[in-house]
Nanobody, 124 residues
Framework: QVQLVESGGGLVQAGGSLRLSCAASTGTFRVSAMGWFRQAPGKEREFVAAINWSGDNTYYADSVKGRFTISRDNAKNTVYLQMNSLKPEDTAVYYC?????????????????WGQGTQVTVSS
């Protein structure tokens, strides 16, 4: 069992930046793919970004490409999502997810463990 705890959400103006963190409870993190997903009010949860176990491969949704960066620190069992040039449409609850295994994953259904989510609100 892997427990995930997100932090770093908040309220920011359009054009601003936030960095989300997701800390994992076990060393399984170091051999796991990690992903970030988000769910806006009234919408389904959607893929944002993913990273493979080593950090060599990253994947992004088209809507965030060039603005968001996913990274990881395996020594700290933590994955990050740096979000720049934020837009009101980025407002959502952001979730991190964990899939034991070496390959990066972009499908929600492939992930085994989920955090509780952190709210990101971007004002116009």
């Amino acid at each position: 069992q892997v427990q995930l705890v997100e932090s770093g959400g908040g309220l920011v103006q359009a054009g601003g930046s936030l960095r989300l963190s997701c800390a994992a409870s076990t060393g399984t993190f170091r051999v796991s793919a990690m992903g970030w997903f988000r769910q806006a009010p009234g919408k389904e949860r959607e893929f944002v970004a993913a990273i493979n176990w080593s950090g060599d491969n990253t994947y992004y949704a088209d809507s965030v490409k060039g603005r968001f960066t996913i990274s990881r620190d395996n020594a700290k069992n933590t994955v990050y999502l740096q979000m720049n040039s934020l837009k009101p449409e980025d407002t959502a609850v952001y979730y991190c997810a964990c899939k034991p295994g070496l390959v990066g994953r972009i499908l929600e259904t492939e992930y085994d463990y989920w955090g509780q989510g952190t709210q990101v609100t971007v004002s116009s």
